[in-house]
T-cell receptor, first 115, second 111 residues
Framework: DVKVTQSSRYLVKRTGEKVFLECVQD?????MFWYRQDPGLGLRLIYF???????EKGDIPEGYSVSREKKERFSLILESASTNQTSMYLC??????????????FGPGTRLTVL | QKEVEQDPGPLSVPEGAIVSLNCTYS??????FMWYRQYSRKGPELLMY????GNKEDGRFTAQVDKSSKYISLFIRDSQPSDSATYLC???????????FGQGTRLTINP
């Protein structure tokens, strides 16, 4: 069974703090993704990575950066947290170059509140 | 206009009812269509996948794709309280590594 784990289920931070969200997958997947999920807006892609040290911007990268130093780990960084970054953050992984229908496997999510 | 539109609901139906969930899309290049189910406080998990047009059945669930209308559906027969969740449609085109998601529909099945 694929397992995607995220470092925290719930996180409360203050405006201006630097925030690190960690994601680890155990299936040797090349692709990893960071989404945020907000009511009425669905899942929006922030960044994704298809290899170590490789990254591509998604639909809403502003205010975020990412790091992928090891294949199994993909970090999302909020350089200076703001209240509009309060959201549910979901990490996912999938096989690179697999069939288009090869699914993305999701972690349980981190609910981040920025005060 | 969003590439994928999905009514967010909420949708509430009695146990045993047939449920119909739908998405429309604008990109005619999409060929792969998925439905994810997300229980409260969990990440989404793949429920069904369909390629191109047609129907696919899996137990009480049927996924339907009409590419001519750019419209996909998920039907749940004999709905159970355990089906209560948010259902997200997702789709992509050949070779794409990214998925485009709908907003998700929150479904409640009342005993």
């Amino acid at each position: 069974d694929v397992k995607v784990t995220q470092s925290s289920r719930y996180l409360v931070k203050r405006t201006g703090e630097k925030v690190f969200l960690e994601c680890v997958q155990d299936m040797d997947h090349e692709n990893m993704f960071w989404y945020r999920q907000d009511p009425g807006l669905g899942l929006r892609l922030i960044y994704f990575s298809y290899d170590v040290k490789m990254k591509e911007k998604g639909d809403i990268p502003e205010g975020y950066s990412v790091s992928r130093e090891k294949k199994e780990r993909f970090s999302l960084i909020l350089e200076s947290a703001s209240t509009n970054q309060t959201s549910m953050y979901l990490c996912a992984s999938s096989v690179l170059g697999g069939r288009a229908q090869d699914t993305q496997y999701f972690g349980p999510g981190t609910r981040l509140t920025v005060l | 206009q969003k590439e994928v539109e999905q009514d967010p609901g909420p949708l509430s139906v009695p146990e045993g009812a047939i449920v119909s969930l739908n998405c429309t899309y604008s990109n005619s290049a999409f060929q792969y269509f998925m439905w994810y189910r997300q229980y409260s406080r969990k990440g989404p998990e793949l429920l069904m996948y369909t390629y191109s047009s047609g129907n696919k059945e899996d137990g009480r669930f049927t996924a339907q794709v009409d590419k001519s209308s750019k419209y996909i559906s998920l039907f749940i027969r004999d709905s159970q309280p355990s089906d209560s969740a948010t259902y997200l449609c997702a789709m992509n085109d050949q070779g794409a590594q990214k998925l485009v998601f709908g907003q998700g529909t929150r479904l409640t099945i009342n005993p």
